[in-house]
């Protein structure tokens, strides 16, 4: 070994050394910062299910891969990052010895060939990923980027560390070529022959470049190991476990989807008729109130924007991102961490929990971050600002485009059931549906006997479900469908739809109460489980086995939450059934839709619950076979009405209205009809195109559901409408 060599090992061996003893302090602290949260047992078992969906995730891509070139270039990234560690390790060998190399392994061409391809893949993949960042940074990108918010430099840094090391690789084997050290012929090592016949024969040069890697890669780990809260690195290593420990691995998309996370208090669930917000957790008020997974989730983050860049909030100027709704409790959760980890915080009831003497060492900083409110405006120091809240649809584009599996929606609704039902603080005009909910079982305050008013004048009768009653399906009207005018009509066309085809159904008519939806979402969980039990008792009573439900807030409630309260059915929304019964023959389109048709999926039909091609056969067969014209964003990207989330009852005052966003791209597309399946979306799409008009944007645009289509094409001269005015709905 000469002096070169010895210089070189040394410089390495200290750096190593340096890096490693901080790393193990940075996973150390993450570790106690993830530990502050409350226990989550959900997250426990199906092991095998776990880890099968955890490396089907992460090794194929699975998610990412949805964003096409840049999820394939981060694929070739990622592999190159795992595969080519071994040439890190590799270089420990080098640095002492130009021929150096792993024992058993660096003279096998398999590994040489591979790791040169991999090698050369990821410089391509992460040069153009370089290329994405800057063309869309901030500023400089056409619309909004999605990078908005998130720490630059860092991903700057994390992306050219990787070219960096890539680079040395290639320079290593460059120099052992050129020196007849490396292993491998021509066909397994093209690159690194191609430097070797331009580099000069310098023995030291595999040395000193691979004193440089080191240097490089330990540096990397040095300044993540310095600033814990660098997503844009740490995800490499959390990604694993935050997918893993995901609250539902079974399903096809986002865990976070579908049914809301329950109610919780220390791990267990939340029971209200023994619950003492003394004594139990309701929602959460501090950050360590989150369950583990949740700040696992928060130290996650990559700030990679693609949650931000589908967010309908975000994209009609709302206050609300939810990468920096997730970045704000992150940098609030670790900067609160001395004070947490000195045994400081709040009990239930507001008191300090430690002593004088237990936080007379903790950093004034964090004492200061302790003080804060989770949720308040500038003037209050809040690390989420109420707007942010209430902004949310919950329409879960978020959860749908995270490829880490983070659950916004789940930590947005936590919040908004403390700041319901401990603070009462929520917006005014939402305080008028929970008490119409409470008093007359649905957010419209309406007359319960009211409920079966759509059927008068359709020329059968629908029968109502009793006990003991035989009937195939119960159809689940819904609140909307009962009494809004223009859900009436999608209602009264599903009935007649059903009673042509022979369909044995029925109705509980007042029997029915709003299943709670709009009470769970924004946050008021006692509501819901007063109505949802209300309902479970009363279609258990009566024997439903199928639920056939034209809403799809009431589709995912009766679906995937009322199992949890003893309500266990097969429930399909109204697309689904008509779907079958059309392609059964059972119902037979004779007239086709003229001037085009487009649909608008609703978020509650589509990315929750994964129902998208029913729909499009209805209205391809309405269309006499015809393809549908169909909106840029669409299916699992569907952009929201902006009714979601308990948002059709409350005011719309920043920024720009979000149907009218929606309402213009499908105005874009030139169809005459567009098409929904939710009579939240049918509210909102038609106030979109009402306005449109007023202002001379468009028209001959009609709003229907896809239901009141394939009627006017079963049976052209079909009445469909009630006779009563149309009125429109709150929002």
Same mark, same amino acid.
């Given at each position: 070994m000469g002096v070169v060599e010895i210089v070189c090992t040394t410089i390495a061996g200290l750096i190593t050394l340096v890096a490693v003893a901080l790393a193990a302090r940075a996973v150390t602290r993450m570790f106690s910062v993830v530990r502050q949260g409350q226990p989550d047992p959900a997250r426990l078992g199906s092991w095998g299910v776990r880890t099968r969906v955890m490396l089907t995730e992460t090794l194929g891509h699975t998610r990412m891969?949805?964003?096409?070139?840049?999820?394939?270039?981060?694929?070739?990234?990622?592999?190159?990052?795992?595969?080519?560690?071994?040439l890190v390790l590799e270089a420990y060998f080098e640095v002492v010895s130009p021929a150096g190399g792993i024992p058993w392994l660096s003279?096998?061409?398999?590994?040489? =060939? $591979?790791?040169? @391809? #991999?090698?050369?893949?990821? *410089?391509? &993949?992460? !040069?153009?990923?370089?290329?994405?960042?800057?063309?869309?940074?901030?500023?400089?990108?056409?619309?909004?980027?999605?990078?908005?918010?998130?720490?630059?430099?860092?991903?700057? =840094? $994390?992306?050219? @560390? #990787?070219?960096?090391?890539? *680079?040395? &690789?290639? !320079?290593?084997?460059?120099?052992?070529?050129?020196?007849?050290?490396?292993?491998?012929?021509?066909?397994?090592?093209?690159?690194?022959?191609?430097?070797?016949?331009v580099l000069p024969a310098w023995e030291s040069g595999a040395p000193v470049v691979a004193a440089i890697k080191i240097v490089i890669s330990m540096t990397w780990l040095i300044v993540i190991s310095l600033n814990v809260t660098m997503g844009v690195a740490w995800h490499r290593f959390l990604a694993f476990p935050n997918i893993f420990f995901k609250r539902d691995p079974a399903k096809?998309?986002?865990?976070?989807?579908?049914?809301?996370?329950?109610?919780?208090?220390?791990?267990?669930?939340?029971?209200?008729?023994?619950?003492?917000?003394?004594?139990?957790?309701?929602?959460?008020?501090?950050?360590?109130?989150?369950t583990w997974k949740g700040l696992l989730d928060f130290s996650?983050?990559?700030?990679?924007?693609?949650?931000?860049?589908?967010?309908?909030?975000?994209?009609?100027?709302?206050?609300?991102?939810p990468k920096l709704l997730v970045l704000s409790l992150r940098d609030h959760a670790y900067a609160k961490a001395p004070y947490l980890l000195a045994g400081g915080g709040k009990d239930l009831t507001g008191e300090e929990k430690a002593s004088a003497e237990q936080l007379a060492g903790v950093d004034v900083l964090a004492m200061a971050e302790a003080d804060r409110p989770l949720i308040g405006g500038a003037a209050e120091g809040g690390v989420i600002d109420p707007d942010v809240l209430w902004s949310c649809t919950t329409c879960g584009a978020c959860v749908e485009q995270c490829p880490v599996d983070i659950e916004h929606v789940d930590h947005i609704v936590d919040?908004?059931?403390?700041?319901?039902?401990?603070?009462?603080?929520?917006?005014?005009?939402?305080?008028?549906?929970?008490?119409?909910?409470?008093?007359?079982?649905?957010?419209?305050?309406?007359?319960?006997?009211?409920?079966?008013?759509?059927?008068k004048g359709l020329d059968f009768e629908v029968p109502r479900a009793g006990a003991g009653d035989d009937f195939e399906y119960l159809f689940w009207v819904g609140c909307a469908?009962?009494?809004?005018?223009?859900?009436?009509?999608?209602?009264?066309?599903?009935?007649?739809?059903?009673?042509?085809?022979?369909?044995?159904?029925?109705?509980?008519?007042?029997?029915?109460?709003?299943?709670?939806?709009?009470?769970?979402?924004?946050?008021?969980?006692?509501?819901?489980?007063?109505?949802?039990?209300?309902?479970?008792?009363?279609?258990?009573?009566?024997?439903?086995?199928?639920?056939?439900?034209?809403?799809?807030?009431?589709?995912?409630?009766?679906?995937?939450?009322?199992?949890?309260?003893?309500?266990?059915?097969?429930?399909?929304?109204?697309?689904?059934?008509?779907?079958?019964?059309?392609?059964?023959?059972?119902?037979?389109?004779?007239?086709p839709v003229d001037g085009g048709v487009t649909f608008h999926d609703p978020c509650y039909l589509g990315r929750h619950n994964r129902v998208f091609t029913p729909p499009r056969e209805v209205l391809s067969a309405s269309a006499g076979g015809g393809e549908l014209t169909e909106m840029p964003r669409n299916s699992e990207r569907s952009f929201c009405c902006g009714a979601g989330g308990a948002r059709m009852w409350m005011e719309e005052r920043i920024g720009k209205r979000i149907n009218i966003e929606r309402v213009e791209e499908a105005i874009s597309t030139g169809a005459h009809t567009i098409a929904v399946g939710c009579p939240f979306c049918f509210t909102m799409i038609s106030d979109g195109v009402t306005a449109k008009q007023a202002a001379g944007a468009t028209d001959g645009v009609e709003v229907v559901d896809v239901a009141t289509v394939l009627l006017r094409s079963v049976r052209p001269e079909s009445p469909t409408a009630p006779t009563e005015p149309e009125v429109t709905a709150a929002g």
């Open positions: 891969l949805k964003w096409s070139a840049v999820g394939a270039a981060h694929w070739f990234v990622m592999v190159a990052f795992i595969v080519l560690s071994l003279g096998w061409v398999v590994f040489g =060939f $591979v790791t040169e @391809i #991999i090698g050369i893949l990821g *410089v391509l &993949g992460i !040069l153009y990923l370089i290329s994405v960042r800057l063309r869309n940074r901030p500023g400089k990108a056409r619309g909004l980027s999605r990078f908005t918010g998130s720490t630059m430099w860092q991903g700057y =840094f $994390v992306e050219w @560390i #990787i070219v960096g090391v890539l *680079v040395c &690789g290639f !320079l290593i084997r460059g120099f052992k070529a050129a020196t007849d050290h490396l292993e491998f012929p021509t066909w397994a090592a093209p690159l690194s022959h191609g430097l070797g016949s096809p998309a986002g865990s976070g989807l579908g049914a809301l996370k329950p109610m919780t208090s220390n791990g267990a669930l939340l029971d209200f008729e023994e619950a003492d917000p003394e004594k139990d957790q309701f929602g959460v008020a501090q950050v360590e109130q989150f996650t983050c990559t700030e990679c924007g693609r949650c931000q860049s589908q967010c309908p909030a975000w994209n009609t100027g709302k206050p609300l991102s919040m908004r059931r403390y700041q319901v039902l401990i603070e009462s603080s929520f917006p005014s005009e939402a305080g008028v549906m929970l008490r119409n909910l409470e008093n007359k079982g649905n957010p419209w305050g309406a007359p319960p006997n009211t409920r079966e008013d759509w059927t469908g009962a009494f809004e005018d223009r859900a009436k009509k999608t209602t009264r066309a599903v009935a007649t739809l059903l009673h042509e085809a022979g369909v044995d159904f029925a109705i509980l008519g007042e029997g029915e109460t709003c299943t709670g939806d709009p009470a769970r979402r924004i946050g008021n969980e006692f509501v819901f489980q007063m109505l949802a039990q209300q309902n479970v008792e009363t279609l258990n009573e009566a024997g439903v086995k199928k639920i056939v439900a034209s809403c799809p807030h009431c589709f995912n409630t009766l679906r995937n939450e009322y199992g949890a309260l003893g309500g266990s059915f097969e429930v399909v929304h109204h697309t689904e059934l008509l779907a079958e019964l059309v392609s059964s023959g059972k119902l037979t389109p004779v007239q």
